[in-house]
T-cell receptor, first 111, second 114 residues
Framework: KQEVTQIPAALSVPEGENLVLNCSFT??????LQWFRQDPGKGLTSLLL?????REQTSGRLNASLDKSSGRSTLYIAASQPGDSATYLC??????????FGAGTRLTVKP | GAVVSQHPSWVICKSGTSVKIECRSL??????MFWYRQFPKQSLMLMAT?????????EQGVEKDKFLINHASLTLSTLTVTSAHPEDSSFYIC??????????FGEGSWLTVV
């Protein structure tokens, strides 16, 4: 059974700093991996989707990488802003739409 | 792009009553819909998978008689929490996909049982 772990559980950084969020998964046989953002009291917003054949995806200040063999993905946020404060979730799809989520990293960007 | 809509976004109900949450795919036919639950500071956990026209498949530990899922059409799935109790208070979110393509998530529904 796929298990997804996110480190750290919480992170607080000053505005403008670059940061990296980590996600690891136990079974490298995945279909794709997604990073989501969840604001308090809100639903999920999909940020980046990486197919199993891809190594990375970029959208604006966000860059997500995938290393299937080592079971790792990272989400890089450049020049962080207070508006980036949210919980970031990593989800692994092992095929047959069997998605497993990590517990998330709660990010706070201080002005 | 594809949109999945959930309703209601927020609901408060009394203990012992039932509450229904709807999940609709607005511009595509969802052959499969998923229901997740998230308790505070925990990850989303899959509750059940439903395919249109057939019974839902529940994950281990999820009571199918308590969490009734109906996927009556290709654009609508409903989750009914029966005889709700305060411990059922949680964030419930659905997702939908067409034939195994990209999964789209609803906005989620916050349930508070008082």
């Amino acid at each position: 059974k796929q298990e997804v772990t996110q480190i750290p559980a919480a992170l607080s950084v000053p505005e403008g700093e670059n940061l990296v969020l980590n996600c690891s998964f136990t079974d490298s046989a995945i279909y794709n991996l997604q990073w989501f953002r969840q604001d308090p009291g809100k639903g999920l917003t999909s940020l980046l989707l990486i197919q199993s054949s891809q190594r990375e995806q970029t959208s604006g200040r966000l860059n997500a990488s995938l290393d299937k063999s080592s079971g790792r993905s990272t989400l890089y946020i450049a020049a962080s802003q207070p508006g980036d404060s949210a919980t970031y979730l990593c989800a692994v799809d092992s095929g047959n739409n069997d998605m497993r989520f990590g517990a998330g990293t709660r990010l706070t960007v201080k002005p | 792009g594809a949109v999945v809509s959930q309703h209601p976004s927020w609901v408060i109900c009394k203990s012992g009553t039932s509450v229904k949450i709807e999940c609709r795919s607005l511009d595509f036919q969802a052959t499969t819909m998923f229901w997740y639950r998230q308790f505070p500071k925990q990850s989303l956990m899959l509750m059940a998978t439903s395919n249109e026209g057939s019974k839902a498949t529940y994950e281990q530990g999820v009571e199918k008689d308590k969490f009734l899922i109906n996927h009556a059409s290709l654009t609508l799935s409903t989750l009914t929490v029966t005889s709700a109790h305060p411990e059922d208070s949680s964030f419930y979110i659905c997702s939908a996909t067409y034939s195994g393509n990209t999964i789209y998530f609803g906005e989620g529904s916050w349930l508070t049982v008082v």
